[in-house]
């Protein structure tokens, strides 16, 4: 295999690289004009298929059939850019705004002249103040210079991009959650179909993409798609930003071809476990897509091979490490606490789902647990989310593939743990609180009427 | 355009947008539901996961409610998939719920879903559940059933676009909330009810049918299909009543409504069973004198009344009656009946006067409302109601409000109007109070208050000199065109800027958006009636209305909104001095002669006078005794103690009401009649729907049946009337009005309610009529060009602000139900006097303060309140509190075509009392 040469981070070192000057010095720009005066949209599509670009926003949709399904006839189409990158300890698309913004930009105008979309939309995260102030001035620079605006180099084609900030919503992550929240809506997702390419922003057909996926864009139409799928494994082409964080002794972000290992990342690239510590168990790609054990790190981190460990999927290729003192209670306690503040609460599984899991994983915490309760948490997850079919998005796959993954490779540790730690202290209600600080117990401040009591446990713990 | 797909392994064919669970409901395929209602107006929103399927070939499961089926599809609505997926649906959502036993609602949609599913018991722990919310007095907030299907959100944003509430918070804190967050009793919330009735689980509930504890502890026994008695909109209701006492109103699918109902509607109805009710006839004790300014507490009328059998009352007041007549002739004799009664009610009353009185002196509340709409509808287009029914505006690309306040007086049809307007329709609001629509207009034009002429003058101009007019319709349909634009020449925006106080280029902007739309729709009510120039209000709305051409076409169309419940048919039933049944002039011979033949008796061709001019005329002495049937005068006449001298001088008034009013004060046999509920009959509403009311309750004690009181009545003037049911009074209306040929009372007993006109019984009757020109002796509508004339009591320095009057959402017109509606009484309990916050200010005066409100006609002192909707130097007084009651200010001048009184602009004072 010829030694990879990184493509999407290669300015990142340049000084200056945020500026339209030193990105042209470095061929930027060429691309977009080659596709644009020389080609017709569909060849440009055609060119993307080609490659067998998949998204990198975490569902890994191929790239150019999604632009091939917007409707032949349609009269105006809106290119909406996902930059919303909430997924816990992913970090890449901020990197690649930050560091090189033109070459995010020259993807947002390859891909909205192929996909003939005149207006472009970046949807921010709320937290990404600094890379949005570093947009809006590229954005300026590039329509100064004649590419973006009206009439792009003379081909007649109009582009206008304009950057939106979020409001600190994990669900406006969600395609359509997106749309929703830049029409000025609560970002609720829809429930599809329709998809956003028959009707989205705005009732119009709609593409949505990573920031990431765009900045592969032109690359490929400057190098072809054949050199793209020289990179990767099959059906995982091309150059990724893994993100590695956790218990490692550097977090990075590196760019590689898809399909390394979290070995390889860790020792590789991170410098190693921390402490001198073992792997106890990774994150592959964001919370959402589950757990590996240790066992699993020579998993190729690419689109197919780590399905094999019944994880969701790559997500966003952001690895985090937990080391062999990690406590896995504490690991569900905290992604399943993030699910039930991030759920839109729209959809009942979802809805109550998270919030119980998280009720569960903190009693289960306080020293309440019961084992019964592992077998309605299984329960609970394989029938959340869209794998089960019964939500109306994916973050309640995420919810639940967390507690499906620990349960199935780590229960002996959580049964273990509800047995060891059973608080001898009843845990304490609002009414005991009430009556120990002495007050009366009013029960609608206690939040409602008094229910007969609830029937006690079936089984104790540890007694089964 | 149906198709055809698999539903559980049966071929079976889709209609055109149909759903899948509505295809499987018409199958008689049960599938679970929860968050969607079939109700109409009600999208499905596909949250609650409840009625998910599974479809062949797809990853995901499919929400039935919402997904439509394609050719070919095979659907499994009972695979062991979707059936998981239901039931842990169903088993989350138990866990929050209270137990059963304790259940707000125990035999709410969730529990019988739950019960058929067979979900008993949760798993899961439950989520802390919200405190109650008790704050509404009519409805109860009980959060710990709620879930979170968001049907409330939807009926409140999307079928009564009031915009209340809200889903607050995200996740598993998701609540519902009203505004922002607020105590519901403390929100913007108006009440309508329709959370309520859609929410599946009990969470909203009226307050009516709990207990302490919130649970559902009565039920009804059964259930009446029936009308609103109140607004001249003619929704469609369901009483349910246990044993003789209405629980709960729900709204019906009707016509007009959809199931919608506005806070009067829906919890308006316990004034039937006030204490004060009428039961027995009641004859004046010979030694207690009437005096305009007595007072008689209606809890006890012993003071000046006795209580008599029903023979002596009513040969009382036939005595009475009989002799003046005899002594004077028939028109010393006159008659009020009420836009309140039914057609035949109305017909009867009219029929009596005529008949059995001998004159023509009869009328009703329509003279005070829509008088001069209707002379001028019937000038220029010879007919007096509306040509398009105001659900037609969902077809409007433009809607004209003008001088009408529909979110208060007609709040249903507001919906219809907001809900246009959210789907993109331009609104334009024409009136110098701000109001419930503003909020959704495009435009809203504050003009000065009087200056009416004068704007719409300026938008007859623009659209003749700007040639926006349709040139093809006014050649073949109108005529008067040249005489018009010679008229309105004078009348550009830029001169009347000043007069009416709207810049010019607003006023271009909207004639222009008038001029060009397709289809625009015109909706005008007391703002342009209750005025001296009231008729030439109308005519330029018309005029307006017929230089478009839009006049019956989908979307198009002149809408005067009717005020009560039947005042349309009132009208049509000829309870008007100068028109017999059917609009036929009482001096047009043919007219005359042929209902000469009908009733058998000869009739005074001379028309009759009007409710001002009678009052006047009983000053005068020239009318001595008075029939008054379901009306108030002493509280809804202008200038209101003018009109109480005159009750108080009548040798003879015979009262029939409910309860004692302001009016029956006076009288000297007061008979006890029957409430809306307690009677069958039919009711016309502003859309010219005859819609049938069906008695839901016994009348208390000794009350009678209205048509009962009145043919025994006339049996004593001699006539020889033995009509026993309601239906053989309106077969005989019918028989006399070809517009409802077609409306047998079998019919309305089968349909519910059409809309005439209706030739033939297979006619399904006509909503949009006029679409090739009018029923005037040309055929072509005609122009009327109008002058402005000032109002006719301009304020100066000693009564320096301008007085304006109308209604309150929660109250009806005098107040004499809706004051004693528990519900409505609790909301809106207080007198008070809209004020602009800078006006208060300057008077020196907080919100809640006495204020002293004067005019030359006399004064009231009554509450201030705070309103940002009213323009300085402008007050507001809502006519419907007798402990201050408005009518005491207003100015009887009368409009010259319309004999209707200025009820909207007198010139007043006001000064702080310095009581808080
Ligand atoms: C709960 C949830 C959160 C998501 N958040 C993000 C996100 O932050 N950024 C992103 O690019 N995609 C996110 N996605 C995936 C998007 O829905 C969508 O698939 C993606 O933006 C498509 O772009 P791509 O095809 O270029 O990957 C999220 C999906 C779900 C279900
Ligand atoms: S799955 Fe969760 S986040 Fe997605 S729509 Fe349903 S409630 Fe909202
Ligand atoms: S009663 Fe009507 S206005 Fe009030 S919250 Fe319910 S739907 Fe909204
Ligand atoms: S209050 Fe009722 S209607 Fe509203 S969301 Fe809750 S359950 Fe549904
Ligand atoms: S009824 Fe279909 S999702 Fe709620």
């Known amino acids: 295999m010829p030694a990879f040469e990184p493509v999407l981070t290669r300015n990142f070192a340049v000084p200056d690289s945020q500026t339209l000057r030193a990105y042209e010095s470095r061929g930027g720009y060429q691309a977009s004009r080659k596709a644009i005066t020389e080609m017709d949209p569909d060849k440009v599509v055609q060119i993307v298929k080609d490659s067998e670009l998949r998204g990198r926003g975490g569902a890994g949709f191929p790239c150019g059939l999604k632009w091939s399904f917007l409707p032949k006839d349609r009269q105006e189409t809106f290119m909406c850019v996902n930059g919303d990158e909430s997924e816990p300890a992913t970090f890449n698309n901020r990197l690649l705004i930050e560091r090189d913004p033109h070459q995010f930009i020259e993807g947002i105008l390859i891909s909205c002249f192929a996909t003939k979309a005149a207006t472009a939309y970046v949807y921010l995260r709320f937290e990404y103040i600094h890379a949005f102030r570093i947009m809006e001035r590229a954005i300026a620079e590039a329509r100064e210079a004649g590419h973006l605006g009206k009439n792009i180099y003379g081909s007649g084609f109009d582009l206008e991009i304009y950057c939106h900030r979020g409001a600190g919503a994990y669900i406006c992550g969600e395609e359509t959650g997106l749309i929703e929240s830049l029409e000025g809506k609560r970002g609720w997702p829809r429930i599809k179909p329709p998809f956003p390419a028959i009707e989205g922003a705005f009732r119009k057909p709609t593409v949505v993409n990573n920031v990431e996926t765009l900045a592969c864009v032109p690359h490929i139409i400057e190098r072809g798609a054949d050199w793209f799928k020289s990179i990767g494994t099959p059906k995982s082409y091309g150059p990724k930003l893994y993100c590695v964080s956790g218990h490692v002794n550097k977090q990075v972000c590196v760019e590689l071809p898809l399909g390394v290992t979290t070995r390889e990342l860790i020792e590789d690239h991170a410098g190693g476990v921390w402490k001198g510590r073992k792997v106890k168990a990774t994150v592959p790609g964001g919370i959402s897509m589950g757990v590996m054990s240790a066992d699993e790190m020579d998993v190729k981190l690419d689109f197919e091979d780590i399905k094999k460990t019944g994880c969701l999927g790559l997500g966003t290729a952001a690895v985090t490490v937990m080391d062999d003192q990690t406590s896995m209670v504490d690991y569900l306690y905290n992604t399943s606490r993030f699910f039930a503040h991030e759920s839109c609460g729209q959809c009942t599984p979802c809805r109550e789902g998270t919030g119980w899991m998280y009720k569960i994983f903190k009693r289960i915490k306080a020293g309440g647990g019961r084992l019964e309760d592992l077998d309605v948490l299984t329960m609970m997850a394989n029938n959340m989310g869209l794998t089960p079919g019964t939500t109306i998005c994916g973050l309640a796959d995420g919810a639940a593939w967390p507690v499906k993954n620990v349960l199935a490779k780590f229960r002996p540790e959580l049964e273990e743990y509800i047995k060891k730690n059973q608080s001898s202290k009843p845990l304490v209600t609002p009414l005991q609180k009430a009556i120990a600080a002495g007050t009366v117990a009013e029960p609608v401040a206690l939040g409602g009427r008094v229910y007969p009591a609830p029937q006690p446990a079936l089984r104790s713990p540890g007694g089964s | 355009?149906?198709?055809?797909?698999?539903?559980?392994?049966?071929?079976?064919?889709?209609?055109?947008?149909?759903?899948?669970?509505?295809?499987?409901?018409?199958?008689?395929?049960?599938?679970?539901?929860?968050?969607?209602?079939?109700?109409?107006?009600?999208?499905?929103?596909?949250?609650?996961?409840?009625?998910?399927?599974?479809?062949?070939?797809?990853?995901?499961?499919?929400?039935?409610?919402?997904?439509?089926?394609?050719?070919?599809?095979?659907?499994?609505?009972?695979?062991?998939?979707?059936?998981?997926?239901?039931?842990?649906?169903?088993?989350?959502?138990?866990?929050?719920?209270?137990?059963?036993?304790?259940?707000?609602?125990?035999?709410?949609?969730?529990?019988?879903?739950?019960?058929?599913?067979?979900?008993?018991?949760?798993?899961?722990?439950?989520?802390?559940?919200?405190?109650?919310?008790?704050?509404?007095?009519?409805?109860?907030?009980?959060?710990?059933?709620?879930?979170?299907?968001?049907?409330?959100?939807?009926?409140?944003?999307?079928?009564?676009?009031?915009?209340?509430?809200?889903?607050?918070?995200?996740?598993?804190?998701?609540?519902?909330?009203?505004?922002?967050?607020?105590?519901?009793?403390?929100?913007?919330?108006?009440?309508?009810?329709?959370?309520?009735?859609?929410?599946?689980?009990?969470?909203?509930?009226?307050?009516?049918?709990?207990?302490?504890?919130?649970?559902?502890?009565?039920?009804?026994?059964?259930?009446?299909?029936?009308?609103?008695?109140?607004?001249?909109?003619?929704?469609?209701?369901?009483?349910?009543?246990?044993?003789?006492?209405?629980?709960?109103?729900?709204?019906?699918?009707?016509?007009?409504?959809?199931?919608?109902?506005?806070?009067?509607?829906?919890?308006?109805?316990?004034?039937?069973?006030?204490?004060?009710?009428?039961?027995?006839?009641?004859?004046?004790?010979?030694?207690?004198?009437?005096?305009?300014?007595?007072?008689?507490?209606?809890?006890?009328?012993?003071?000046?009344?006795?209580?008599?059998?029903?023979?002596?009352?009513?040969?009382?007041?036939?005595?009475?009656?009989?002799?003046?007549?005899?002594?004077?002739?028939?028109?010393?004799?006159?008659?009020?009946?009420?836009?309140?009664?039914?057609?035949?009610?109305?017909?009867?009353?009219?029929?009596?006067?005529?008949?059995?009185?001998?004159?023509?002196?009869?009328?009703h509340c329509t003279r005070l409302c829509h008088a001069s709409s209707v002379a001028a509808l019937i000038e220029t287009i010879g007919s007096g109601a509306v040509t398009a029914p105001f659900s037609e505006c969902v077809h409007s690309d433009v809607i004209v409000v003008i001088g009408a306040n529909p979110t208060v007086n007609h709040p249903v049809a507001a919906t219809f109007i907001k809900g246009a307007a959210r789907r993109g329709a331009k609104l334009v609001v024409i009136d110098p109070r701000g109001q419930g629509l503003s909020r959704h207009a495009t435009h809203h034009l504050r003009f000065k208050p009087g200056s009416d002429v004068a704007l719409l003058n300026a938008l007859i101009h623009v659209i003749i000199e700007e040639g926006l007019y349709d040139r093809a319709y006014v050649d073949r349909f109108t005529s008067g065109f040249e005489e018009l634009r010679a008229r309105t020449f004078a009348f550009s925006p830029e001169k009347m800027a000043p007069v009416c106080g709207v810049d010019a280029s607003t006023l271009r902007e909207v004639a222009r958006l008038y001029g060009r739309a397709r289809s625009a729709l015109i909706f005008w009510g007391m703002g342009i009636s209750q005025h001296v120039h009231g008729t030439d209000n109308a005519r330029c709305l018309i005029a307006l209305a017929l230089l478009c051409g839009q006049v019956g076409r989908p979307g198009s169309g002149l809408h005067p909104l009717r005020g009560q419940n039947n005042v349309q048919g009132a009208s049509d039933a000829g309870l008007i001095p100068m028109f017999l049944p059917d609009y036929h002039r009482t001096n047009d011979p043919a007219a005359h002669a042929d209902f000469e033949k009908y009733w058998g008796v000869n009739l005074d061709p001379e028309p009759g006078l009007t409710v001002v001019e009678i009052m006047a005329a009983i000053l005068r002495g020239s009318i001595r005794g008075m029939y008054i049937m379901g009306e108030n005068p002493a509280m809804s006449d202008p200038d209101a103690r003018h009109a109480r001298e005159a009750l108080a001088k009548l040798d003879h008034l015979v009262v029939q009401e409910i309860f004692l009013t302001e009016t029956a004060r006076h009288a000297d046999v007061i008979l006890p009649s029957t409430a809306f509920p307690e009677k069958t009959g039919t009711f016309t509403n502003t859309d010219r729907r005859v819609q049938i009311g069906r008695a839901a309750l016994q009348p208390p004690g000794d009350a009678r049946q209205d048509w009962w009181i009145v043919r025994d009545l006339a049996r004593r003037l001699g006539l020889g009337w033995n009509y026993e049911h309601p239906s053989e009074i309106y077969e005989e209306l019918r028989g006399c009005m070809p517009s409802i040929r077609g409306i047998s009372w079998g019919r309305l007993e089968r349909e519910g309610a059409v809309t005439y006109p209706c030739p033939s019984e297979s006619d399904p009757g006509h909503e949009l009529i006029f679409a090739e020109g009018f029923p005037t002796p040309t055929g072509r509508g005609k122009l009327v060009p109008a002058e402005v004339s000032p109002p006719d009591e301009l304020p100066d320095d000693a009564y320096p602000m301008v007085l304006t009057t109308g209604r309150l959402l929660e109250h009806w017109h005098t107040g004499s139900m809706t004051r004693r509606a528990t519900v409505l009484d609790r909301i809106e309990p207080e007198a008070a006097v809209h004020v602009a916050p800078a006006d208060l200010r300057r008077l020196g005066a907080n919100p809640g303060d006495r204020l002293r409100v004067s005019t030359r006609r006399g004064s009231i002192e009554l509450a201030a309140r705070s309103d940002r909707d009213v323009p300085p130097g402008l007050i507001f007084i809502p006519f419907c509190f007798a402990e201050a009651a408005a009518n005491l200010l207003t100015n009887p001048a009368l409009d010259p075509f319309g004999k209707i009184p200025e009820f909207k602009f007198c010139a007043a004072k006001v000064e702080a009392t310095g009581a808080g």
Request: hydrophobic residues 35%; glycine residues 8%.
């Open chain 2, 1 to 363: 355009m149906s198709i055809s797909f698999t539903l559980d392994g049966r071929e079976v064919e889709a209609r055109a947008g149909e759903t899948i669970w509505q295809v499987a409901r018409r199958e008689g395929v049960e599938i679970p539901h929860l968050c969607y209602s079939p109700a109409p107006g009600y999208r499905a929103d596909g949250n609650c996961r409840a009625c998910m399927v599974e479809v062949e070939g797809e990853r995901v499961l499919a929400p039935s409610c919402l997904r439509r089926p394609s050719p070919g599809m095979k659907v499994a609505t009972d695979s062991a998939r979707s059936k998981a997926a239901r039931a842990m649906v169903m088993e989350l959502l138990l866990a929050d719920q209270p137990p059963r036993e304790a259940a707000h609602d125990p035999d709410s949609k969730f529990w019988r879903w739950a019960d058929k599913l067979g979900v008993t018991e949760s798993r899961f722990p439950a989520r802390h559940a919200p405190a109650p919310d008790v704050s509404h007095p009519a409805m109860a907030v009980q959060l710990d059933a709620c879930i979170h299907c968001g049907l409330c959100v939807r009926a409140c944003r999307e079928v009564q676009v009031n915009d209340v509430i809200g889903m607050g918070r995200r996740g598993h804190h998701a609540k519902i909330v009203f505004d922002l967050d607020d105590p519901m009793g403390h929100s913007t919330c108006v009440a309508c009810g329709e959370c309520v009735q859609a929410c599946p689980t009990g969470a909203l509930m009226p307050s009516s049918v709990l207990d302490k504890e919130g649970r559902k502890s009565r039920e009804p026994d059964r259930s009446v299909d029936s009308l609103c008695p109140y607004c001249g909109v003619g929704c469609q209701l369901t009483y349910q009543i246990e044993g003789n006492k209405i629980l709960q109103v729900d709204g019906r699918d009707g016509p007009a409504n959809h199931n919608r109902l506005c806070v009067k509607g829906r919890f308006g109805f316990d004034y039937v069973a006030h204490p004060q009710r009428l039961t027995r006839p009641l004859i004046r004790k010979p030694d207690v004198p009437k005096d305009a300014d007595d007072f008689v507490d209606p809890s006890d009328p012993s003071t000046h009344f006795r209580e008599a059998t029903w023979d002596e009352a009513l040969d009382v007041a036939a005595a009475g009656l009989r002799t003046i007549r005899d002594t004077f002739g028939g028109r010393a004799l006159a008659g009020f009946g009420s836009a309140k009664g039914s057609n035949e009610e109305a017909y009867l009353f009219q029929k009596l006067v005529r008949t059995g009185f001998g004159g023509n002196n009869v009328d």
